[in-house]
C-alpha cells in the first residue's frame, strides 16, 4: 500500500485588523480596501473612545489602527488599553496630530507606529503588513521627531553618566533583541528559538525593563546607543 505525502499548506494567515477612526469617509475607505486586500479581514470598527474601548473586550486583532481624535477622547487612552487587554496586538497611530507631544505619548503608551493620514488608504494597507510582520511604520516627519527628540534629551556621548544601575542583558535577551531588530514578530522569534510565544513577550518586557524603554522602537535606538547593536 502506499500513501501520499501530505501536503504542506504555504496559505499565509490572514491579518485581522481593528479600526478605531472617527472620520466616516476616511474609516469607510479604509473599510473597504482593506476587505478587498488578500490576506486581511476587518476585526472591527469603532468610531469613539468608548466604543474603541469596547471593542477591546472581544477576540484580538492582530493590529489595531487608531486615530488621537476622538470626539470623546483621546486615542492614547484606547492604546493604553489594547497593550494590557491585547498584548499580541501591534498598535499603529493613523491621524492628523503630527506635534511632540503626541507622538511621544504614543509610543509611550505602546504605539508601534505612528502615521499621518497624507497617506491613501491603499498605501496604509502596506503599512498594516509591514506593522503586522514586525516592522515600525512612521511617517518620515514623525521620524524625524522622534530623532530630535532623543538628541535634545540626550547629554553630548563624552558627558554621558554611567547608570550604575543598568543591568546586562543576557545572551538569550541579546538574541531576542536580535531578532527584535531584523524585524521579526514575537511568534516568528519564538518558533526560531523553540520558546512559547509567552517566554518570548516575557523577554521584551525584560529587554524594556533593563533598557529603560517602553516600545520597539527606543529598545532598538537605546540599545545601539549603548552600543549593544551595530548600527
Not at 475607505?29 to 488578500?38: D, Q, T
Not at 486583532?61 to 497593550?83: F, T, Y
Not at 553618566?161 to 516568528?188: C, H, N
Request: proline share 6%.
Amino acid at each position: 500500500m502506499t500513501t501520499e505525502p501530505l501536503a504542506l499548506s504555504t496559505e499565509t494567515p490572514a491579518i485581522h485588523v481593528a479600526i478605531v477612526e472617527d472620520d466616516p469617509d476616511f474609516g469607510e475607505a479604509l473599510s473597504r480596501v482593506l476587505s478587498e486586500a488578500p490576506n486581511m479581514r476587518l476585526a472591527g470598527r469603532a468610531g469613539t473612545r468608548a466604543e474603541g474601548l469596547t471593542l477591546l473586550s472581544g477576540p484580538p486583532a492582530d493590529v489595531l489602527l487608531v486615530d488621537l481624535g476622538l470626539p470623546d477622547g483621546s486615542g492614547i487612552d484606547v492604546i493604553r488599553a489594547a497593550v494590557q487587554q491585547w498584548p499580541s496586538c501591534s498598535i499603529m497611530v493613523s491621524t492628523n496630530f503630527g506635534d511632540e507631544m503626541h507622538v511621544m505619548r504614543s509610543i509611550e503608551a505602546g504605539a508601534a507606529g505612528y502615521l499621518l493620514k497624507d497617506s491613501s488608504p491603499a498605501k496604509m494597507i502596506d503599512e498594516i503588513r509591514s506593522l503586522a510582520n514586525g516592522g515600525s511604520p512612521i511617517s518620515p516627519i514623525i521620524a524625524r521627531q522622534i530623532l530630535m527628540h532623543f538628541r535634545s534629551s540626550m547629554p553630548p556621548s563624552d558627558a554621558r553618566p554611567i547608570d550604575g544601575d543598568t543591568q546586562p542583558l543576557s545572551a538569550r535577551e541579546m538574541e531576542v533583541l536580535v531578532y527584535i531588530t531584523k524585524g521579526f514578530t514575537a511568534l516568528e522569534i519564538a518558533r526560531l528559538m523553540s520558546l512559547s510565544h509567552f517566554t518570548v513577550r516575557s523577554f521584551v518586557r525584560r529587554i524594556y525593563s533593563k533598557l529603560k524603554v517602553k516600545s520597539k522602537a527606543e529598545a532598538i535606538y537605546e540599545a545601539r546607543t549603548q552600543g549593544l547593536l551595530a548600527d
